[in-house]
């Protein structure tokens, strides 16, 4: 999962420097993801990514949570193959009420 593992270590580095992680570093993260081509490792490493980064109360990120940041997910979950969790992240989107880009 070296995927994962750099984009945490980016995360770890930044915050020993001082710098807060926001959501846009979050966004850039999760290009890194997209470029797997281990479909299934790739969608694990996205989830995990979002549950230990994103979500992570620490970071304070979910209030600034933007349709981008549910897109790339959503992109990541259908170039997997996998509808499901495409639509479970869609429907967080619709819960916080963020417009998902057509």
């Known amino acids: 999962h070296a995927m994962l593992d750099n984009a945490m270590a980016t995360v770890d580095r930044m915050i020993v420097n001082g710098i807060q992680p926001s959501i846009k570093i979050?966004?850039?993260l999760l290009k890194i993801f997209r470029k797997r081509t281990w479909k299934r490792?790739?969608?694990?490493d996205a989830v995990q990514f979002w549950n230990e980064f994103i979500l992570n109360p620490t970071y304070n990120l979910t209030a600034h949570l933007d349709a981008w940041t549910y897109n790339r997910m959503i992109e990541i979950c259908l170039e997997c193959e996998s509808q499901l969790m495409a639509r479970k992240y869609l429907r967080e989107m619709r819960k916080q009420a963020?417009?998902?880009d057509t």
Do not use: G
Request: contains cysteine; charged residues 20%; glycine residues 0%.
């Open 26 to 28: 979050a966004n850039s």
């Open 41 to 44: 490792t790739c969608l694990k």
């Open 98 to 100: 963020i417009k998902p």
